[in-house]
């Protein structure tokens, strides 16, 4: 099982970027993949992005095209998210995920980090 663990939240500004990192250790993280969801206040949580355990192939939701960047490095096990033009509606908790197989829900997941837009 991984520990999956979230960082670089932090309150910014509308228009402002931010990289989340999300470092997963105790499994070898070059076979895993990994993925990005959040979830805003009331609201369930949604999928932003996930890339696949040799990066060789990554996709996004829909909504989330254009703004949002997922990456990974295997040399530090961890995964990123580039997230620019910032918007206050991108104000949720970002989760990380990482796992095999195609159901999110299996994989092992992380505490998440707040990210709060303000206009």
């Known amino acids: 099982q991984a520990r999956v663990v979230e960082s670089g939240g932090g309150v910014v500004q509308h228009g402002e970027s931010l990289r989340l990192s999300c470092s997963a250790s105790g499994v070898p993280f070059s076979t895993y993949a990994m993925a990005w969801f959040r979830q805003a206040p009331v609201k369930e949580r949604e999928f932003v992005a996930a890339i696949s355990w040799s990066g060789a192939s990554s996709h996004y939701a829909d909504s989330m095209k254009g703004r949002f960047t997922i990456s990974r490095d295997s040399g530090a096990s961890t995964a990123y998210l580039q997230i620019n033009s910032l918007k206050p509606e991108d104000t949720a908790v970002y989760y990380c995920?990482?796992?095999?197989?195609?159901?999110?829900?299996?994989?092992?997941w992380g505490q998440g980090t707040q990210v709060t837009v303000s206009s």
């Open positions: 995920a990482a796992g095999l197989g195609s159901d999110y829900d299996s994989w092992d």
